[in-house]
């Protein structure tokens, strides 16, 4: 067992157990740092109430067994701005916008925000660089649910030389947008952290009655990151978005640690945490339970991916729960820039409807390539289709449209993506219902080079429903199947056991090797 020092603040820090457990340990540990002793259930823990420039001892027991002991040091911290001397009510019901946005726009660099236990009532509030927001046990940000009381960010603006700013955004578009909760533009070296919530108040009354219309904007976000740099996120909780929760864009150098996000499962558009074209991320230890997608990975329609050609790329992901999405780690299908360089391991998927899956179309352009992601070390329970690479994703207004269905072989040109390169070994699959696997490439550019190794996957023993295993036109429903794949190049099965599945293990057709 190693401890692996995640993250050091000021007043807190972040420590992982890297042991073959995946995010919850096996046996629970003790814990001691300095005064503070506890016990742990999780791989990925922090730590609160510390002083800043202080030395301390981490310290893990099994029992009365020392298992590991390491030395660390908080970092230091200029100022510390209680946001009760800047005029909050803190009671859920004044609106504390302008004396929150005060207390960030006064703090110094280095220094330290400090919300100590309350009901803050706002609707946006924008970041500023170097400096650390803490959220204490018992304080909420409550999300404004008037959409009149928020300013809109203008999808593009142009200027003479024909440049373009790009502010708001929706589904992979430069779109009008209301100003998220949380906003972050063109700032760096931001840190949200501490035991508090942010808490978006959407309901069916509000943000998610008609969601899929506009109504003077598209929907805010609950943390929205525009072209950002080294911006941290620990220890929250954030819960009931608007729409997506956390939306990075056009941002690097992003850690995201033991989080927690909770959607209702049924609430529109609520995914966890959606980077598009962002290079340099990292997920630690989060708690996901959402109503879309926990995990998606995105890099714009065809105009970004064609105008600033921006890949989302390098990704770590580690030790998650995903629970009750429609997919846990999903890519695209706005990925017109391209992914690229993913790495996912030691995480657990529940009852998502899919596992990992990758999602796109014709249309999304040349520039849309995925290349390069590896799965390796997930458990799955409940999910109904662990793998998916749907090429004939139905989505936009010409989603179901003959160039976007048709499975008949189209020239190579412009709007032709490509999936490639994907790795999957030391997983295994309880409780399957639908598909071990479903791989559709495009006959005009199939997917290339898939290995599948040391894969274990049980399907249920109760009676199943057929469902389609991918959103795409004029496909078979299926159930307790095994892996279906068409249009496919150099895919690799090595030590893949299939249980209780009906029919044939592996069906192919289209190109292949």
């Given at each position: 067992?190693?401890?692996?020092?995640?993250?050091?603040?000021?007043?807190?820090?972040?420590?992982?157990?890297?042991?073959?457990?995946?995010f919850?340990l096996k046996?629970r540990?003790?814990?001691?740092?300095?005064?503070?002793s506890?016990?742990?259930?999780?791989t990925?823990?922090?730590?609160?109430?510390?002083?800043?420039?202080?030395?301390?001892?981490?310290?893990?027991?099994?029992?009365?067994?020392?298992?590991q002991?390491?030395?660390?040091?908080?970092?230091?911290?200029?100022?510390?701005?209680?946001?009760?001397?800047?005029?909050?009510?803190?009671?859920?019901?004044s609106?504390?916008?302008?004396?929150?946005?005060?207390?960030?726009m006064?703090?110094?660099?280095?220094?330290?925000?400090?919300?100590?236990?309350?009901?803050?009532?706002?609707?946006?509030?924008?970041?500023?660089?170097?400096?650390?927001?803490?959220?204490?046990?018992?304080?909420?940000?409550?999300?404004?649910?008037?959409?009149?009381?928020?300013?809109?960010?203008?999808?593009?603006?142009?200027?003479?030389?024909?440049?373009?700013?790009?502010?708001?955004?929706?589904?992979?578009?430069?779109?009008?947008?209301?100003?998220?909760?949380?906003?972050?533009?063109?700032?760096?070296?931001?840190?949200?952290?501490?035991?508090?919530?942010?808490n978006?108040?959407?309901?069916e009354?509000?943000?998610?009655?008609?969601?899929?219309?506009?109504?003077?904007?598209?929907?805010?976000?609950?943390?929205?990151?525009?072209?950002?740099?080294?911006?941290?996120?620990?220890?929250?909780?954030?819960?009931?978005?608007?729409?997506?929760?956390?939306?990075?864009?056009?941002?690097?150098?992003?850690?995201?640690?033991?989080?927690?996000?909770?959607?209702?499962?049924?609430?529109?558009?609520?995914?966890?945490?959606?980077?598009?074209s962002?290079?340099?991320?990292?997920?630690?230890?989060?708690?996901?339970?959402?109503?879309?997608?926990?995990?998606?990975?995105?890099?714009?329609?065809?105009?970004?991916?064609?105008?600033?050609?921006?890949?989302?790329?390098?990704?770590?992901?580690?030790?998650?729960?995903?629970?009750?999405?429609?997919?846990?780690?999903?890519?695209?299908?706005?990925?017109?820039?391209?992914?690229?360089?993913?790495n996912?391991?030691?995480?657990?998927?529940?009852?998502?409807?899919k596992?990992?899956?990758?999602?796109?179309?014709?249309?999304?352009?040349?520039?849309?390539?995925?290349d390069?992601?590896?799965v390796?070390?997930?458990?799955?329970?409940?999910?109904?289709?662990?793998?998916?690479?749907?090429?004939?994703?139905?989505?936009?207004?010409?989603?179901?449209?003959?160039?976007?269905?048709?499975?008949?072989?189209?020239?190579?040109?412009?709007?032709?993506?490509?999936?490639?390169?994907l790795?999957?070994e030391?997983?295994?699959?309880?409780?399957?219902?639908?598909?071990?696997?479903?791989?559709?490439?495009?006959?005009?550019?199939?997917?290339?080079?898939?290995?599948?190794?040391?894969?274990?996957?049980?399907?249920?023993?109760?009676?199943v429903?057929?469902?389609?295993?991918?959103?795409?036109?004029?496909?078979?429903?299926?159930?307790?199947?095994?892996?279906?794949?068409?249009?496919?190049?150099n895919?690799?099965?090595?030590?893949?056991?299939?249980?209780?599945?009906?029919?044939?293990?592996?069906?192919?057709?289209?190109?292949?090797?």
């Open positions: 067992m190693e401890i692996n020092i995640v993250l050091i603040n000021s007043r807190s820090f972040t420590f992982e157990i890297n042991n073959e457990d995946k919850y046996k540990l003790g814990v001691k740092v300095g005064q503070q506890f016990e742990i259930e999780k990925v823990n922090s730590v609160y109430g510390l002083e800043p420039e202080t030395s301390y001892v981490l310290e893990i027991y099994d029992g009365n067994l020392l298992l002991k390491v030395e660390l040091m908080t970092e230091s911290e200029s100022f510390s701005l209680n946001v009760r001397r800047f005029g909050v009510k803190g009671d859920g019901v609106n504390d916008t302008l004396p929150l946005q005060t207390a960030i006064s703090c110094p660099k280095n220094g330290r925000v400090y919300i100590p236990e309350g009901k803050y009532l706002l609707t946006s509030l924008f970041l500023k660089s170097d400096i650390t927001i803490e959220l204490d046990v018992g304080a909420e940000i409550l999300g404004d649910t008037n959409r009149d009381n928020f300013g809109i960010l203008p999808g593009l603006i142009e200027n003479e030389k024909d440049e373009e700013y790009y502010l708001g955004t929706w589904e992979g578009n430069p779109l009008d947008s209301y100003s998220s909760i949380i906003t972050g533009i063109n700032v760096e070296n931001v840190k949200i952290v501490g035991e508090g919530m942010i978006g108040q959407a309901s009354e509000n943000w998610w009655k008609n969601a899929k219309v506009k109504r003077g904007a598209w929907r805010p976000r609950t943390i929205f990151l525009n072209n950002c740099k080294n911006i941290t996120l620990e220890g929250i909780t954030i819960k009931n978005s608007p729409s997506w929760t956390v939306h990075p864009f056009f941002s690097k150098d992003l850690k995201f640690i033991n989080l927690k996000i909770q959607n209702p499962a049924d609430s529109p558009n609520t995914d966890g945490i959606d980077p598009e962002c290079k340099d991320v990292e997920y630690i230890g989060i708690d996901f339970s959402v109503g879309d997608d926990c995990i998606a990975i995105k890099s714009g329609k065809l105009y970004l991916g064609e105008r600033l050609k921006t890949p989302s790329e390098n990704f770590q992901i580690r030790n998650c729960l995903m629970k009750y999405g429609h997919g846990a780690v999903v890519i695209g299908s706005e990925m017109s820039g391209g992914v690229k360089n993913i996912i391991e030691k995480c657990i998927f529940y009852k998502t409807d596992g990992i899956r990758v999602k796109t179309r014709r249309g999304r352009g040349e520039q849309g390539v995925i390069g992601i590896t390796k070390d997930v458990y799955m329970d409940e999910v109904k289709v662990p793998f998916v690479f749907n090429s004939f994703y139905f989505c936009d207004p010409d989603g179901k449209t003959e160039y976007v269905y048709t499975k008949e072989k189209l020239p190579v040109d412009k709007g032709t993506p490509h999936i490639k390169n790795d999957f030391n997983i295994i699959c309880e409780n399957t219902e639908i598909c071990a696997g479903f791989l559709y490439g495009l006959p005009e550019k199939p997917i290339e080079n898939i290995r599948f190794k040391n894969i274990e996957i049980n399907f249920t023993k109760e009676d429903e057929g469902d389609y295993p991918a959103m795409m036109s004029y496909i078979e429903k299926e159930s307790k199947s095994g892996f279906f794949i068409a249009n496919a190049e895919v690799t099965f090595e030590n893949v056991i299939l249980s209780g599945n009906i029919g044939e293990k592996i069906r192919i057709q289209g190109k292949k090797e």
